[in-house]
């Protein structure tokens, strides 16, 4: 297969193409974050062990749930604003910000300090998207974003306070 650009898309709207593409770049990078996210949360679901065990292991089993669930609603976004989205795991690593972890073994409070700190991360990539959605008045993608960030600051205020000693 040839590596061709894709066609401009005949999606109608009324958004400039050169504004809208530079708000697609912000939410087809955040998507590659979210996704990264998703595995690493998965990740360490899977792999949490300790005295806290099932209350972290269903806590990251719904954040990863919660992740997985903003993905469809940003690629979405970019499709209806006339652009293309991620198409491979290629294509997210060369697009994700927040690192993956690969390490065989990450003790608990470990994990959740890097996952809060990654879902920081995701809030900076979703205040890029505010940023160029507002500058290309794009309204839908501009009041939409403030939800996922939300859910983002929320998922990092509880691995904090699940991490606090006392």
Known sequence: MADT?????ATPTDL????????????????????????????LHWHVSGPHFRDY??????????????????????????NVTLRSIGDIARRQTIKDNDAEFVSAADML????????????????VKEQAEEAKDNATSGIVD????????????LFEASRKA
């Open 57 to 82: 292991h269903l806590m990251l089993d719904d954040q990863a749930t919660q992740i997985l669930g903003v993905t469809d609603a940003i690629a979405e976004r970019v499709r209806k604003t006339g």
């Open 16 to 43: 400039q193409s050169n504004a809208v593409s530079s708000v697609a770049d912000a939410l087809n990078s955040a998507l590659a974050d979210c996704y990264t996210l998703y595995l690493k949360t998965k990740n």
């Open 113 to 128: 300090a890097e996952l809060r700190d990654d879902n920081l991360k995701l809030v900076e990539s979703f205040r890029t």
């Open 147 to 158: 939800e996922w960030t939300d859910q983002a600051e929320e998922r990092a205020w509880f």
């Open 5 to 9: 650009p894709a066609p401009k898309l």
